[in-house]
């Protein structure tokens, strides 16, 4: 009977450690960043509305031929709005095709948001109810996929861009897809 006394200091001492064990493992800088089990695999097929013309339907068929940078954003999303000039910036420089993915989001909504803070891509596909996304293992926005010319997912970032993540992370991984061309 004494030793049942001590079981709950026992358990007690046991789940701090746990804690202590879960604390310290997620001192990693990027703990919210899941892997992507889609990083060098086919791309997810998709036919999705553009947002500008919903009668027209685009294929990732009809995207393979040349890399392209497709960025997830929505106009309810605070750190779409805070990405958008990096965005921007790196659409400017034309150095690949940069395709809007618009999720979860009304498209009257959407227009208005790219009419207020300029609209940097070269397309932009709607996704308004998100099963699409599902399939590309999108669980929020802003995340952006690196798909090169074969339709191949290289490189994937959740959160918002920054210069710094366009330069240390993106450009290594785009000169990689570019040099296979």
Known sequence: MKSTRWLPLAAFFLLALLLAAG?????KPNR???PSPLINKPAPAFALPVLHEPSRTVTLDELKGKPFLLNVWGSWCVECRIEHPVITRFAETKRVRVIGYNWKDEPADALRWL???NNPYWLVIADVDGRAAIDWGIYGAPE???VDAKGVIRWKHVGPLTDAIVASELMPVLQRVEAVR
């Open 23 to 27: 604390v310290w493992m997620s001192r």
């Open 32 to 34: 919210d960043a899941l």
């Open 115 to 117: 009419e207020q803070f």
């Open 144 to 146: 952006t996929f690196l």
